[in-house]
C-alpha cells in the first residue's frame, strides 16, 4: 500500500443545524493529484477549508503525515499549501515581496528565503513579472502568484480550491499544465465542478454531492462511469428496436431524443461496425453514430439514484 | 513568527498613502506646536518676574506638545488600527495568515507590535525634536522619557482596542468610527464624574493613567494599568478570530 500523506476521518460541519459536510473519509496518497467534484454549494471549500485549518469540524479528524491538525495545527500547516477560491493576495506588494513574505510565513529559513521565491517564481512563469505590483497583473498572472504562494515552502500537500475559475481558456490551459508538473512533485487536491478537467489533470476523483461522498475511484473508473459502454445513433429510416437487439454484443436498446437511440453494450464489444455495416445495407439511412457522453449531471443523477436505492433497500432488509 | 507578521504589517502601512499621509500630517501638527510653545515661552517668561510664576522650558513646551499629541493620537490611531483585520477580511486575504503555520496569537500581537512600531517613530520624532532644545539650554531628559513613555502607552492602548474593533468587522470604516466613540468615551469618563475624583468609574479613564506620565511621573500603578488595558484587547481579538474558525 502507498503512503498516504492526508487522511480525513469522518469529517462533518455543521452551519446552523443543516449539514454543509457529512461524514466524509477519505485519503491522498504520496506523489498522486485528487480531484474533489462536485456542483456548487456540494462542500467542496468547506471541506478544503477544514483540512487545511481555516475551519474547525463539528465532528472527525485530519491527519497531515500523521499529524492532527487540530492538535498540532503548527507542524501540520507547515505541510500545507492551500490556495482559496478567493485568492488571498496582498496586492499593494509586488510579487517579489509577496511571495517572500509567504516564505517567512512557512518557516522558510531567512537564508534560503530569496531561492525560495525564485524556484517558485520559475515554476509558474513568474521570472518576468517580479516587481510589479500584484495589482496590476492579469487574472490569469495573479492566479500564477495564488499558486506561487501555495507550493513556496515546497509542502507535501498542496491543496486548490477551483483553481481554474474565471480565466480564459488559454489561461485554463496553461495552469492545468502547471498543475500537473506540481502534481509531480507534491500530492495535490484539486477541487473543481468542471468535469473534463479532473478528467485532464487527475489520477483519482472524488464526488460529492450535499455534503456526501458518493463516488471515489480512479479517474478510469470515471471515465467508465462517464462513457458507460454506450453508442448514440440515429437513423432517418430506423429499423425496429429487436433487429438492433439481434447485434451481437447489443445488451439495450433505448429511444432518445430527436429519434435517436441509445445502444448499451457488454464489455469487449464495439458493436460500430456491425451497426454501420447493416445500416448500410439494409438502408436505415444513417446519419450520426458516437459514444454516448453521459454529461456530469447524468453523472451526479446516477450516483446519488444509486445510493438512495442503496439506502432504500437497506431499509427493506432491516425491516 | 511575531516579527515577521509585524514587519508585513509595517510594510503594508508605508504600501499605502495613509501611513505616509498620517505621518506627515501628524509631524506637521507637532512641529507647529513646538515652534509656538517655544515662542510663547519668552513671550510668557518676560512677563514673570517673580520666580515661582517661572516654569521650565521643558515643562512649558513638552506640556504643549504631549498635550497636542495624546488628542492627535485619538484621531490617527483608529484610522492607522482600522484596517489591520477587517481589511484582510474585506479583502478575504485571512485564509492566508489562518493557513501559515501562525498561532492566532502570533498574528494578533504581530500586527500590534507592527502598529506600535509604526507609531513610536511619532514617539521618537517627538523626542527629537525637544531635545533640540538642548541646544540652547538645559532641559530636564527625564520629564521627556515620562512622557514619551506615557504617549507609548497611550498610543499601544489605543491600538489594542482598535484592533479589536477591526475584527470586528469587515468594513475598516466602521472599524474607525467605533474605535473612535469607544476611546473618545474611555478617555473622558474621569470628566463624567468630576465631582468625585475619586469614583472607581473614573479610575479606568486612559487619560488619568496618562497624567501622571505627563507631570514626569512614572507609576507602576499606571503602567500595569495600561498593560492590563492592552493585553485585555488583545485576548478578546484573538478570541473574535477563533470564533471565526470555530462558527465559520
Not at chain 1, 432517418?236 to 429519434?259: D, F, H, N
Not at chain 2, 507609531?119 to 532641559?139: C, E, K, R
Not at chain 2, 484592533?163 to 468615551?185: C, E, G, K
Request: proline letters at 4%.
Amino acid at each position: 500500500m502507498t503512503e498516504a500523506t492526508l487522511n480525513a476521518f469522518d469529517l462533518s460541519r455543521q452551519f446552523g443545524s443543516n449539514y454543509a459536510v457529512k461524514d466524509v473519509s477519505f485519503h491522498l496518497n504520496k506523489g498522486e493529484v485528487l480531484g474533489f467534484l462536485g456542483p456548487n454549494g456540494a462542500g467542496k471549500s468547506t471541506t478544503m477549508r477544514m483540512l487545511t485549518g481555516n475551519l474547525a469540524p463539528s465532528q472527525g479528524s485530519v491527519k497531515i503525515c500523521g499529524i492532527d491538525i487540530i492538535e498540532r495545527p503548527k507542524e501540520a500547516k507547515a505541510l500545507i499549501g492551500y490556495l482559496p477560491e478567493i485568492r488571498p493576495l496582498y496586492k499593494e506588494f509586488t510579487v517579489n515581496e509577496f511571495l517572500s513574505i509567504a516564505a517567512r510565513f512557512h518557516k522558510v529559513k531567512s537564508s534560503s528565503v530569496h531561492r525560495a521565491v525564485e524556484s517558485a517564481k520559475d515554476k509558474c512563469g513568474l521570472a518576468h513579472m517580479s516587481n510589479r505590483l500584484i495589482e496590476n497583473l492579469s487574472n490569469g498572472y495573479q492566479q500564477r502568484v495564488g499558486i506561487a504562494q501555495a507550493i513556496i515552502h515546497n509542502p507535501e500537500i498542496v491543496i486548490l480550491d477551483e483553481p481554474t475559475v474565471g480565466l480564459d481558456p488559454i489561461q485554463i490551459r496553461e495552469i492545468r499544465k502547471l498543475i500537473k508538473d506540481i502534481g509531480k512533485r507534491h500530492s495535490v487536491i484539486l477541487s473543481t465542478h468542471i468535469l473534463p478537467e479532473v478528467e485532464m489533470v487527475c489520477d483519482r476523483v472524488q464526488i460529492i454531492d450535499k455534503g456526501n461522498l458518493v463516488f471515489h475511484g480512479s479517474i478510469e473508473d470515471l471515465k467508465q462511469h462517464r462513457l458507460g459502454n454506450k453508442l448514440l445513433i440515429g437513423f432517418s429510416k430506423p429499423p425496429t428496436l429487436t433487429k438492433l437487439k439481434a447485434i451481437k454484443g447489443v445488451e439495450t436498446v433505448e429511444r432518445a431524443e430527436q429519434g435517436m437511440f441509445i445502444i448499451k453494450f457488454k464489455d469487449k464489444y464495439l458493436p460500430a461496425e456491425e451497426i454501420v455495416y447493416l445500416a448500410a445495407k439494409e438502408n436505415w439511412g444513417l446519419y450520426h453514430i458516437a459514444p454516448h457522453v453521459t454529461s456530469l449531471e447524468d453523472i451526479f443523477v446516477q450516483l446519488t439514484q444509486v445510493q438512495t436505492l442503496d439506502d432504500q433497500t437497506n431499509k427493506v432488509e432491516k425491516t | 513568527m511575531i516579527i515577521n507578521v509585524a514587519r508585513k504589517e509595517l510594510k503594508s502601512l508605508f504600501a499605502s498613502p495613509m501611513g505616509w499621509i498620517i505621518l506627515a500630517l501628524l509631524m506637521l501638527a507637532f512641529g507647529s506646536f513646538y515652534l509656538q510653545g517655544v515662542n510663547n515661552y519668552f513671550e510668557v517668561m518676560s512677563g514673570s518676574i517673580r520666580p515661582a510664576e517661572r516654569v521650565g522650558v521643558t515643562i512649558f513646551v513638552g506640556q504643549t506638545v504631549y498635550g497636542i499629541a495624546s488628542f492627535l493620537m485619538l484621531f490617527a490611531v483608529p484610522l492607522l488600527s482600522m484596517g489591520l483585520i477587517s481589511g484582510e477580511r474585506k479583502s478575504q486575504t485571512l485564509p492566508f495568515l489562518f493557513s501559515a503555520p501562525i498561532s492566532l496569537t502570533e498574528i494578533v500581537v504581530g500586527k500590534f507590535l507592527g502598529l506600535i512600531i509604526f507609531l513610536s517613530i511619532l514617539v521618537g520624532y517627538i523626542l527629537l525634536m525637544l531635545s533640540t532644545l538642548n541646544i540652547w539650554s538645559d532641559i530636564d531628559f527625564g520629564y521627556l522619557l515620562s512622557n514619551s513613555l506615557g504617549l507609548i502607552l497611550l498610543a499601544a492602548s489605543f491600538a489594542a482596542l482598535g484592533i479589536y474593533f477591526s475584527s470586528l468587522t469587515s468594513q475598516p470604516i466602521v472599524a474607525a468610527i467605533l474605535s473612535f466613540i469607544a476611546l473618545f468615551a474611555l478617555m473622558g469618563l474621569d470628566k463624567f464624574f468630576g465631582s468625585q475624583p475619586n469614583h472607581w468609574f473614573g479610575y479606568i479613564s486612559l487619560m488619568k493613567h496618562f497624567q501622571s506620565f505627563s507631570r514626569g511621573i512614572i507609576d507602576s500603578k499606571d503602567i500595569i494599568y495600561f498593560i492590563l488595558f492592552i493585553t485585555t484587547f488583545l485576548v478578546l481579538t484573538v478570541r473574535r478570530l477563533d470564533s471565526d474558525r470555530l462558527r465559520g
